[in-house]
């Protein structure tokens, strides 16, 4: 009975129109507990039942998962430091009042970037882009406070490709999603996959529901492969990147990173005085009472969501992971049920394992 609780919380939502369908999974350093579907991986213009294996839009997601570990791997080469200023990479932003960034600041979002703006009505594609946000100007002092961008890490996705000499999606599939076989991870699904996508909202813009294709504006003017959004996965896949971390790096005999590297990455680096906890593009937990995390896992939990209706979270301490994909958007981008169902769901994963 206790068994299904956690798709009995999941299901109630779907059955009271909070959410169209929902994928879970849940589990240790060793593996998954229990995996699940509820619901509905489209209602219009049809309906389709949620599987195991739909395939979501991560949004945001794809700035931890993607973007901070493809940054990370390049700091282990040697490649890249964190202290590196911004214009080395990215020349446009030399005499602006970008000048002096750094990586780390981007990693943290305390760069003073604005946190989101409609470049794709004025740019269509990475070059115009990264001359739109040179231009934009900051909002606030560079390293004085925690503001979400996704603009930050749209240059960091830039950077990444220019100091790799290769597209971050390419780099990302044969160091990271390829040897850790998260066989169904990438940006821009193929025609096969993206028959397994769950649907996201209609776009206005675009003219169509949007369904395998990201529904972020900014990255689809990328080209689908930026560093802030774009990122498709699955439950299972997403699962094996999260024992990954718990296990310090290395998953099955496969190492990606080093226990150092996950130790900078998931440790706070924000301090005192921020509204928010930092790690390196990681969202650490802290010791604060409102967390899309629940009131159970520890301090050292680190996570994050994206705006889709994604969310994974990992507890180091109390060897936890657990991820939860909605599609809320679906409904609207102005449904909102699901910021209330994250930290119940958590809670429920909690108590069940510990």
Same mark, same amino acid.
């Given at each position: ?10 299901? *109630?939502?779907?059955?009271? %129109?909070?959410?169209?369908?929902? +994928?879970?999974?849940?589990?240790? =350093? $060793?593996?998954?507990? !229990? ?116 603009? *930050?890490?749209?240059?960091? %996705?830039?950077?990444?490709?220019? +100091?790799?000499?290769?597209?971050? =999606? $390419?780099?990302?599939? !044969? ?180």
């Amino acid at each position: 009975m206790k068994e299904s609780s956690i798709r009995r919380l999941l299901a *109630g939502s779907v059955d009271r %129109g909070e959410i169209p369908g929902a +994928v879970f999974a849940y589990g240790t =350093d $060793r593996g998954v507990v !229990e995996k699940g579907a509820v619901g509905f991986r489209m209602i219009r213009p049809e309906k389709k039942p949620m599987e195991v294996d739909t395939l979501f839009d991560l949004a945001s997601v794809t700035k931890c998962v993607a973007t901070t570990s493809a940054v990370m791997i390049l700091v282990e080469e040697g490649q890249l430091r964190l202290d590196d200023e911004v214009e080395r990479f990215i020349p446009e932003f030399c005499g602006t009042d970008k000048e002096g960034i750094t990586i780390r600041e981007l990693l943290t979002h305390t760069s003073g970037m604005a946190a989101w703006t409609d470049l794709y009505m004025h740019a269509s594609s990475p070059k115009e882009i990264i001359k739109a946000i040179s231009k934009f100007p900051l909002e606030y002092k560079t390293g004085t406070a925690v503001i979400y961008s996704c603009l *930050g890490f749209i240059v960091l %996705g830039l950077a990444v490709e220019k +100091v790799a000499g290769e597209p971050m =999606d $390419r780099f990302l599939a !044969e160091r990271v999603f390829g040897p850790l076989g998260m066989k169904d991870t990438c940006f821009n699904p193929p025609p096969d996959l993206r028959e397994r996508a769950a649907a996201t909202e209609y776009c206005k813009w675009r003219g169509r529901i949007l369904i395998g294709e990201v529904h972020d504006e900014n990255a689809w003017a990328m080209g689908g492969v930026s560093g802030n959004a774009g990122l498709f996965s699955i439950v299972e896949d997403l699962s094996r990147f999260a024992r990954m971390l718990l296990n310090k790096g290395t998953l099955e005999g496969v190492s990606v990173f080093s226990p150092r590297t996950v130790e900078a990455m998931t440790c706070d680096r924000t301090g005192a005085g921020f509204d928010e906890k930092r790690g390196l593009g990681w969202l650490i937990r802290g010791t604060g009472v409102k967390s899309s995390s629940g009131d159970l896992m520890s301090p050292k939990a680190f996570g994050h969501t994206g705006f889709t209706g994604t969310s994974i979270w990992i507890d180091p301490e109390l060897d936890i992971f657990a991820i939860l994909l909605t599609n809320r958007v679906h409904f609207g981008r102005d449904n909102n049920a699901h910021i209330r169902l994250r930290p119940r769901f958590h809670n429920a994963v909690v108590s069940m394992l510990c």
